[in-house]
C-alpha cells in the first residue's frame, strides 16, 4: 500500500485529498538501495492523484554521501515527468545520509532529519518545523503513515 496526503498549505491540520494505491509486494530491501524498493510505490502513488505537484514530501532521506547510491528523494526527483521540489523528512539517522538538517518539533528531544533538492535544505527544514502539530511527526506526515501501513 502507498498513500500520499495533498494538502494546499504548510500549517493545514487536514489534507484535501487522500490518495491511496495497492500495489504488490515490495521487492526485499537492500541496504543502500532503498530506493530499488520505495521508488515504485511513491511513482505509483504520484501517478493515481493525477497531479504535477509543486513540493513533495517523502519518509526518507534525499541524498547519500559519495560513493552510495543516491537517497530514494534525489531518486524520485530524477524520475519525475515534471520539475518538483522533493523534501525528505527522515524519523532515523542513517549513517551514509548527507546533506540533511535535523529539526526538533514539538517536546521532543528527537530529531526528524530534513534534506532536499530543487530548494535549500535550511527551507526545506523551517517549512517542515510550521508543519501542523504538537509532537514530533507533523499531522499530515502521521496521516500518511497511517493510511500507508492500513492493508
Not at 17 to 28: D, E, F, S
Not at 72 to 88: N, R, T
Not at 146 to 151: E, K, S, T, W, Y
Request: with cysteine; glycine share 8%.
Amino acid at each position: 500500500m502507498a498513500a500520499a496526503v495533498v494538502f494546499a498549505g504548510w500549517t493545514d491540520d487536514a489534507p484535501t485529498t487522500l490518495v491511496r494505491k495497492i500495489l504488490p509486494t515490495a521487492a526485499q530491501y537492500r541496504p543502500g538501495r532503498f530506493f530499488e524498493r520505495e521508488l515504485p510505490c511513491l511513482l505509483a502513488v504520484l501517478d493515481k492523484a493525477a497531479v504535477n505537484f509543486d513540493t513533495i514530501l517523502i519518509d526518507g532521506y534525499v541524498h547519500l554521501r559519495a560513493g552510495n547510491e543516491k537517497g530514494l528523494g534525489a531518486s524520485l526527483f530524477e524520475a519525475l515527468p515534471y520539475q518538483a521540489v522533493v523534501i525528505g523528512v527522515a524519523k532515523s539517522p542513517l549513517a551514509i545520509a548527507d546533506r540533511f538538517v535535523p529539526i526538533l518539533r514539538g517536546r521532543s528531544s528527537k530529531p526528524l532529519f530534513v534534506s532536499a533538492i530543487g530548494c535549500p535544505v535550511q527551507r526545506a527544514a523551517r517549512l517542515v518545523a510550521s508543519m501542523h502539530g504538537p509532537y514530533r511527526i507533523p499531522t499530515l506526515l502521521r496521516l500518511a503513515d497511517r493510511h500507508a501501513r492500513l492493508g
